[in-house]
């Protein structure tokens, strides 16, 4: 199997969100999931991705 990535777009790195994606990426990987996380903000400015709904032509909400 592949790995599974894991986007967090919350402007809070170590927020709630990432908390989530953590519990879920721990039993993943106790079961032999390969996982890997990433925000998609990085120093502190907000990207493409990161606008907010209403500003991205086409915007799919994933996990």
Do not use: Q, R, Y
Not at 17 to 45: F, H, P, Q, R, Y
């Amino acid at each position: 199997m592949g790995k599974i990535l894991f986007i967090n777009g919350s402007p809070n790195e170590n927020g709630c969100v990432s908390t989530a994606m953590d519990e879920v990426i721990e039993v993943l990987n106790n079961d032999g999931i390969d996982t890997e996380k990433m925000w998609l903000i990085e120093n502190g400015e907000k990207n493409d991705l990161s606008a907010p709904a209403h500003e991205i032509k086409t915007f799919t909400n994933f996990i």
